[in-house]
């Protein structure tokens, strides 16, 4: 029987039969047809013909064999032959799409073979490499040596790698995607700050977990206080979180381009707005005229608060030196803490924003001496000495 590469099926070809006439140098000839005890590639496999008389009988005219003055007597025989692997080519990959992992691994899901051979198919699968790992489409990827991918067999389709040879070697590249991968954004951290006039809130962090090694990413912007003023734990908006500024973390390979925000609209955190220091650079005090105390009436203190147009009123009292009458007399204000505070409406100044760290201060202002009238007079009686004074 001859040998034959791999077909799909169990046919074998008889090329030739051993047949002893005993006349002469006759010699006769038969071929046809038998079957390999499966179909499958084998070595030295049994190849039976159940009846040979189906076999193909000719005469051979060189030597005067003639099977017309023979009778073959045998039945059944068998033989054997080698169904070899057949050789099959990888004409290309297919590498599946991923989201965003951190590694340029890739996995190879499929291969293009054709078998030739009905309808049996043939699975190749394994790992090959992303160009590199960060997101893209239509991304290279490539398998260093396709000899080094996994071999299946497709029972649905009959497709056994054991009767096939892949002859392809060496790369092979095809294209695949890394899609961003999705990350929620679950808190903000909003900055602390001093009493500056505005609503305006500093947005220093956000909470997102990546999910991806240590890499972590950054975003941060502007918000907005629940008002102006001082106080602790204040609500602070972000409206649109859409709106924050995305930045990445190069020391731990955090990359926006890898990542896609899904978290939208408005967050809320708290932080304080602290009330900012001022200091009273003077005060100004009344002169008055002299009443026997030394109490000074301090009218106005000059305060610069740094936030826009915002003014600020003290007043109080203080101690002149003391209670005599005189011109540039000093007058002091122990603890100008003991002076009232009042708003100014009209700029907006408000001693609940501001904090005053100045403790004493002095200041002069006159005591002015008090007119005063003489409304009669009282004169002493005398005996007489011969002159007019009284």
């Avoid at 005067?64 to 990959?93: C, E, F, P, R």
């Avoid at 926006?256 to 005060?283: E, F, P, R």
């Amino acid at each position: 029987a001859a040998s034959k590469t791999y077909d799909g099926n169990d046919t074998a070809s008889i090329t030739a039969g051993a047949i002893s006439t005993g006349v002469g140098s006759e010699t006769l000839a038969i071929a046809g047809t038998g079957s390999f005890s499966d179909k499958n590639a084998g070595n030295n496999k049994t190849v039976t013909v159940a009846d040979v008389n189906t076999l193909t009988k000719s005469n051979d005219l060189a030597t005067g064999g003639d099977w017309a003055n023979y009778n073959l007597t045998t039945v059944g025989m068998t033989t054997q032959a080698d169904i070899a692997k057949k050789d099959v080519t990888l004409s290309s990959i297919t590498a599946a799409s991923k989201t965003y992992d951190g590694n340029d691994t890739a996995n190879i899901n499929a291969g293009a073979i054709s078998t030739g051979v009905g309808a049996e198919t043939l699975a190749i699968a394994g790992t090959g490499s992303f160009s590199d790992k960060n997101a893209g489409s239509n991304k290279t990827v490539t398998v260093t040596n396709v000899t080094s991918l996994t071999k299946s067999n497709v029972t649905a389709t009959g497709g056994d790698w054991a009767n096939y040879n892949l002859t392809t070697t060496g790369g092979m590249t095809t294209q695949a995607d890394i899609a961003k991968k999705d990350v929620t954004l679950s808190s903000i951290t909003a900055a602390s700050k001093t009493y500056d006039g505005n609503d305006t809130a500093s947005i220093t962090a956000g909470a997102i977990s990546t999910g991806v090694g240590a890499e972590t990413l950054a975003i941060a912007g502007t918000g907005s206080f629940s008002d102006k003023n001082a106080g602790s734990n204040k609500t602070v908006t972000v409206t649109d979180v859409t709106s924050l500024t995305k930045s990445n973390v190069t020391a731990t390979g955090g990359d926006w381009a890898n990542y896609n925000l899904t978290t939208t609209g408005a967050m809320t955190t708290q932080a304080d707005i602290a009330k900012k220091d001022v200091t009273l650079s003077s005060i100004t005090a009344a002169s008055k005229t002299y009443d026997g105390n030394d109490i000074a009436s301090i009218t106005a203190g000059a305060i610069s608060t740094g936030v826009g147009s915002e003014t600020l009123a003290i007043a109080g009292t203080g101690s002149f030196s003391d209670k005599n009458a005189g011109n540039n007399k000093t007058v002091t204000v122990a603890d100008v803490s003991t002076l009232t505070k009042s708003n100014d409406l009209a700029t907006g100044g408000d001693w609940a924003n501001y904090n005053l760290t100045t403790v004493a201060m002095t200041t002069q202002a006159d005591i002015a001496k008090k007119d005063v009238t003489l409304s009669s007079i009282t004169a002493a009686s005398k005996t007489y000495d011969g002159n007019d004074t009284a």
